[in-house]
C-alpha cells in the first residue's frame, strides 16, 4: 500500500494545498528552517524576518 502525500492526509483535517504550504512555511520557520526569498538565505535567527506573505509568495 502506498504511503499518502501530505496534502492527501492534510484532506483528512478539512486543509487545502495553500493551507498546507502556509503550514510547512510557517512551522519549518518556528523550527530553525531557513529559506530562499528573492534569492537570499534567511532563518529567525537574522535580525530581518520576512513576513509570512513574503515566505509563501510565489515570486
Not at 15 to 34: C, S
Not at 43 to 52: G, N, Q, V
Request: aromatic residues 14%; charged residues 20%; glycine residues 6%.
Amino acid at each position: 500500500m502506498a504511503e499518502r502525500s501530505h496534502f492527501e492526509k492534510a484532506k483528512t483535517y478539512g486543509l487545502k494545498r495553500p493551507e498546507v504550504l502556509i503550514l510547512y512555511y510557517f512551522t519549518g520557520w518556528f523550527n530553525g528552517m531557513t529559506v530562499t526569498v528573492h534569492g537570499r538565505t534567511i532563518s529567525i535567527a537574522t535580525t530581518y524576518e520576512p513576513t509570512l506573505r513574503q515566505l509563501c509568495s510565489d515570486d
